[in-house]
């Protein structure tokens, strides 16, 4: 696709269950993040790939969140034993380089409501 | 201690106004600074970079940087009410890897 796409773009669960959220950076970005946003917030970095290893995991905030990139194209953060604290948006984001250069395009995120 | 501050907001400016956005950042050693725009319900999207002090600009819209007082402002000439938008500063992390975020700053045009 032409840009950063991310599903689902919303999703409801209850407080306990597991949860998967997806990205499909743009075709050839080899460096891939994801950020989570709550209301009134900026984004928050929690994790960064380039190709298919975590570079970066620092911003994950327990082992409760954990995310993958097996072929280095396609992610998936998965969140266990939901909070009702983890309610945000969750903004996956891609570049085309190996290295930072600030441009980061990102995708339309994914909602997530832990009730 | 937050690395990147802004005003939330909300500025209120009318159509044509210079709107003025400000951020402060706390590493010393940052090189290089970024402007966001995020539309409500959208993403962010990039406007803006600037890596030497002084003024850069690209249209209707000008980044400052003064590295030693660790500030970096956005100005938005004839503001539309297009711009009406949240505004984010970012800064990259200290490892280099990613970018941090300010909490932005939200800016309303009035037609």
């Known amino acids: 696709g032409a840009g950063v796409s991310q599903t689902p773009s919303n999703k409801v669960t209850e407080k306990g269950k597991y949860v998967e959220l997806r990205c499909d950076p743009i075709?050839?970005?080899?460096?891939l993040y994801w950020y989570r946003q709550s209301l009134g917030q900026g984004p928050e970095f929690l994790i960064y790939f380039q190709g298919t290893g975590a570079a970066d995991d620092s911003g994950l905030p327990n082992d409760r969140f954990f995310a993958v990139r097996p072929e280095g194209s396609v992610s998936t953060l998965k969140i266990q034993r939901t909070e009702r604290g983890d309610s945000a948006v969750y903004l996956c984001?891609?570049?085309?380089?190996?290295?930072?250069?600030?441009?980061?395009?990102f995708g339309e995120g994914s909602r997530l409501t832990v009730l | 201690q937050k690395e990147v501050e802004q005003n939330s907001g909300p500025l209120s400016v009318p159509e044509g106004a210079i709107a003025s956005l400000n951020c402060t950042y706390s590493d010393r050693g940052s090189q290089s600074f970024f402007w966001y725009r995020q539309y409500s319900g959208k993403s962010p999207e990039l406007i803006m970079s600037?890596?030497?002090?002084g003024d850069k600009e690209d249209g209707r819209f000008t980044a400052q940087l003064n590295k030693a007082s660790q500030y970096v402002s956005l100005l938005i000439r004839d503001s539309q009410p297009s711009d009406s938008a949240t505004y984010l500063c970012a800064v990259p992390n200290q490892a280099g890897t990613a970018l941090i975020f300010g909490k932005g700053t939200t800016l309303s045009v009035s037609s």
């Open positions: 075709s050839g970005h080899t460096a």
């Open positions: 600037i890596y030497s002090n």
């Open positions: 984001a891609s570049s085309r380089s190996d290295r930072l250069t600030g441009e980061l395009f």
